[in-house]
Structures are given as structure tokens and as C-alpha cells.
């Protein structure tokens, strides 16, 4: 491993940009979408001023990428891809700028090696990319006008310092249009400037609520939308963190370990043990104080409500407070590679890393496209045990997720349902919708059959269906076909399955239904939000 210095880690750090911009070109455009990446893809086509369950940017950054690339899988998943590479530099400018260059080459290097970073946040279709950058891009700002070193503070003009204010409201603006993560990068600064006595003059002066005026401004279709909509997106991500009765250690104890997993416990332990360090040392570094204050409140805010709330597997919520650390942890690892004593074992955990990642990503990658584990590697690593509606056993390849339905694409042209403007596509899950709508590209109107459609239920207006018939799909849940999808039609007939084939292997098989004559119920269904807007309602609320 080369030496980095002060004067070679910015070039260091830009060949690790491109080199990785390159790598992830690569398994973005040959790996399929994802569930909830499948699920997102139909507002990219609809743009609104705001959606459902997500602030409307990666939207309509999705939307712009497939105008320009094609409705490709690298088509929607470029904007991730290019946002992920500013992100990593922006590491670096503020890891710099913090403490010091050769510390920000080293985070821009763990933080790449990272599970969750290296290719969930960076690649996929998801509104993290564009958190993860506006929210670096407006901590850098911040450490300016807020001169957050420990080398004393900058003189600017008062002209100057309103500048930067007011770019610290458009950047914070468009992260709030991101992910609603941002109010915790709002709170964190507040906490950071009232605990600085040094700082606490920014209380007083107009430039931070200049600041704050302006991101509401950018934030308006978020609010408007939400207004229109009676607040459904708030209320949605709110009650995720509302009771579920008692107390679950379980759920907490699986939110520590999955979170653990998803950074790769060799960076987990020493990123909390840098949110210590940085505890420990906030009363006397800034940049300590800084880091601390701007990490914790994610961490420990979607740490907590785990207690009672299930968050299921959503490990990467915690994602930007531990972006914060990796700026302390580049400067330990830079210190303890001038270290004789230290620099040995920080380079083979380095080298062991990168291995390992570089290694495990491929493998995945390939084995996603391909599914060459299945013949050739112990089934039981890609297979997961699963029960059948019929209550037995068998084993399903979690991957298998993470490729292209194009079966279903195929039968629909086949039984001539794609030219048929009288047909039109359902689903009994929304995470399932999102993967039969990008099989079909978004050329079929497509509705969920259940009491959880998300955000499927105001990009389609069911009541321009009426009269149709459709083509249900349906995984392994045939009581939600009886339930949710047959008082809507006329008759429900099952016909043969869609087989999901990857190289040549059968993997996973769809139930298909064609239903005739699509109505409203003659009995009300009042759980479903397609019966609400059948009878003229907004699909939540009143």
C-alpha cells in the first residue's frame, strides 16, 4: 500500500472515485431492481410535487436519468450512482477541512469498503443517494460559516456570511426534498451551537433562520402535496415509529446486530467506538463536538424505537450518522498507520477489507445474475426456509429478488394481454407491484388488491378501469385473492403459473389470475383504499 500524504491524498482519493464510479456503472446496469427499487419506479414516470412514502427528488431525478438513458436499469439507477461519487468527495472536503487530507482519503476508503454504502445506497434507486449528498454538501457549508476546526476562526464579510447561509438553505432545502432524515442534521447543528459557547452567537444572528426560511421555500411541494393529500406521507412514516404494545428487546437486539451486518462488523466496532471517542472529546475539539451531535440523534433515535415499533430489516436508516463517523474513524486510521507499533495491523485490516468486500460483492453480483451457487456452492448459504399457504416447508433463494421478473413480460405478450387496451395489470402486495410494473416497463395500468397499496394508490386512477378486465398476479397468498381481488370482478380464473427463470433453473413461481369486468363491490370493503376510491374517496383518510 502506497504512502498518503497531505499533498497525495486528494489524487488518491479521486482515482478511488472513479475506479468505484466505474465498478458500480457496471453492476447497476446488469443487475435487476430490487423490490423496493422495482416499487419507486412508477413515480419516475407520474412526477408529482411529492409522493407517498418519499420526498419527491430521487423521483424526479429517476425520471430525468430514463429521458436521457432509456428505461434501462442503469437508465433510473444513474442519478444513485453519480450522487454516491460527489458524496464520497464531499467525505473527503469535510474529513479535510475537519482534520485533515490523508483522514479524508481514509474515510472515502472505509466508507466505499462498507456493506451498506458500497452498493445499497450507492447504486440502487432509492432516496438515500440524494440524502447522503445534500446532507454532505450541507455539512460542508456549515463547517465553513461555522469555521468548525480547531484552528480558530475565519474572517468574512458580512456579505460573505449571508452567502453562505443562504446556501446552507438551498442545500438543506433539496435534502429535505430528499428523505426526512434531514431534521436530524437540522437538530444536531442546533444541539452543536447551543452546547458551543463559542458558537451560541449564531442564536442570535439572522443568517441560520435565513437559512431555515429558505429550506422551507424549496420544501414547499413536500408540504403542499402533503396538505392536499391529509398529511398521508407524515402520518405514514410517523406511525412506523408508533407502539406496537409492550416492549420487543428482540426487535432492539435485531436492529443493533442487523445494523452491525450491514456495515460489516469490522467497521461497526470501530465506528461506535469512534461516537464514543467523539463524546468523550467534544468539550474540547469541535470538530468532536460537531461529529457527535450530527451523529447521534439517527442512531439512537432509530436504534430506539425498535423497542416498541417494528422496523422490520430497514438496517440502513441509522445510514447518515454513521456517515458521520467515518470522518473520526479516517483520522484514527490515519494516525495509526504513522503509528510503528499500530500501522502493521491497520494495514492488514485494511487489505482484509478491501478483499473481502471487493470479493463478496462480486460473488453476490454474479450469483444474483446467474445463480451459479445453486449448482456449484452449499445450497443452504442462498436458500432460506419458507412456508407455503398450504403450511409446508421448502426453500427459497432470497436473490432471486433481486432479478428482473422478464417472464412475466413474455407470458403478457404471448396471451396477446400487452396490445389488449381492455386489460390492464393487479397485484395482491406492493412490493410485488413494483416488480410485475418494471417487468411491463409501466405500460400497463397497474393496481394493488390490498389494505397496503402505498404510494400505487395515487399514481393510478382506478375509476378509468372500470369495466375492464385484468390480469392478477399473486405470490403464495390465494387468501388475499378471495378476499382483496374477487369482489371486484365478475369471475376469477386461475390459469397456469408464470415461472421465474434465472439461467435456465425454474427459481420461483407466480400465480396468475384473469379476471372479468372490473366494478365495485357490491359489499363494502372499507379496509381496501381502492374500494375508498371507487366510491369517490381519497384512497387514506377521511
Known amino acids: 500500500m502506497k504512502k498518503i500524504t497531505e499533498g497525495t491524498a486528494a489524487l488518491y482519493t479521486a482515482l478511488l472515485i472513479v475506479v468505484t464510479f466505474i465498478i458500480r456503472l457496471f453492476v447497476a446496469a446488469y443487475t435487476g431492481l430490487g423490490i423496493g427499487e422495482a416499487y419507486y419506479f412508477r413515480g419516475a414516470l407520474h412526477l408529482d410535487l411529492s409522493y407517498f412514502d418519499q420526498p419527491p427528488l430521487f423521483f424526479w431525478l429517476g425520471g430525468l436519468s430514463i429521458k436521457v438513458f432509456g428505461l434501462t436499469n442503469l437508465g433510473i439507477r444513474f442519478p444513485s450512482v453519480l450522487l454516491f461519487a460527489g458524496t464520497s468527495w464531499l467525505l473527503y472536503l469535510v474529513t479535510k477541512k475537519l482534520f485533515n487530507a490523508k483522514a479524508g482519503f481514509w474515510a472515502v476508503l472505509v466508507m466505499n469498503l462498507s456493506a451498506v454504502f458500497t452498493v445499497p445506497i450507492a447504486c440502487w434507486f432509492q432516496p438515500d443517494a440524494p440524502l447522503m449528498f445534500f446532507w454532505l454538501l450541507s455539512t460542508y457549508i456549515i463547517v465553513d460559516v461555522l469555521s468548525i476546526t480547531d484552528e480558530g476562526r475565519t474572517k468574512r464579510s458580512a456579505g460573505q456570511v449571508y452567502l453562505l447561509w443562504i446556501l446552507v438553505g438551498i442545500c438543506m432545502g433539496l435534502a429535505t426534498l430528499s428523505k426526512y432524515h434531514v431534521i436530524f442534521l437540522f437538530a444536531g447543528v442546533f444541539i452543536f451551537v447551543s452546547a458551543n459557547k463559542n458558537q451560541r452567537h449564531w442564536l442570535r444572528h439572522p443568517g441560520p433562520y435565513i437559512a431555515m426560511l429558505i429550506t422551507l421555500i424549496i420544501a414547499f411541494p413536500v408540504l403542499y402535496w402533503n396538505y392536499k393529500n391529509n398529511w398521508v406521507s407524515f402520518v405514514f412514516q410517523g406511525s412506523r415509529a408508533g407502539s406496537s404494545g409492550g416492549l420487543h428487546p428482540i426487535w432492539f437486539l435485531r436492529s443493533i446486530g442487523g445494523q452491525c451486518l450491514w456495515l460489516l462488523p469490522w467497521f461497526w466496532f470501530p465506528l461506535v467506538n469512534q461516537l464514543i471517542v467523539s463524546f468523550k472529546k467534544r468539550t474540547l475539539s469541535q470538530s468532536y463536538s460537531f461529529l457527535f451531535w450530527t451523529a447521534i440523534l439517527p442512531l439512537v433515535f432509530f436504534t430506539t424505537v425498535t423497542l416498541w415499533s417494528d422496523l422490520q430489516y ?42 473481502f468486500t471487493f470479493i463478496t460483492i462480486g460473488v453476490l453480483t454474479v450469483h444474483e445474475v446467474t445463480g451459479f451457487w445453486q449448482s456449484y456452492g452449499p445450497r443452504w448459504v442462498v436458500n432460506l426456509a419458507a412456508k407455503s399457504p398450504q403450511g409446508k416447508m421448502h426453500e427459497i433463494d432470497p436473490t432471486i429478488q433481486g432479478i428482473d421478473y422478464d417472464d412475466i413480460l413474455t407470458r403478457f405478450k404471448k396471451e396477446g394481454w400487452m396490445s389488449n387496451n381492455k386489460v390492464f395489470a393487479g397485484t ?115
Request: with cysteine.
Open 428 to 542: 395482491t402486495r406492493w412490493w410485488l407491484n413494483g416488480k410485475v410494473d418494471w417487468a411491463l416497463k409501466g405500460d400497463k395500468d397497474i393496481v394493488c388488491f390490498n389494505d397496503d397499496p402505498r404510494n400505487i394508490a395515487f399514481l393510478i386512477d382506478p375509476n378509468k378501469l372500470l369495466g375492464e378486465d385484468a390480469v392478477v398476479i399473486d405470490q403464495a397468498s390465494p387468501g388475499s385473492v378471495d378476499g382483496d381481488v374477487r369482489p371486484f370482478f365478475d369471475s376469477v380464473k386461475q390459469l397456469p403459473d408464470i415461472a421465474i427463470i434465472r439461467n435456465g433453473r425454474d427459481e420461483l413461481h407466480l400465480h396468475v389470475y384473469y379476471c372479468t369486468h372490473f366494478h365495485v363491490p357490491t359489499k363494502p370493503l372499507e379496509n381496501l383504499p381502492l374500494y375508498h376510491q371507487l366510491t369517490g374517496r381519497p384512497p387514506f383518510g377521511k
Open 314 to 355: 430497514h438496517f440502513h436508516w441509522q445510514a447518515p450518522g454513521y456517515m458521520m463517523l467515518f470522518m473520526p474513524l479516517g483520522y484514527a486510521i490515519d494516525k495509526n498507520i504513522s503509528d510503528p507499533q499500530k500501522a502493521r495491523g491497520t494495514k492488514r485490516w485494511l487489505v482484509f477489507s478491501a478483499l
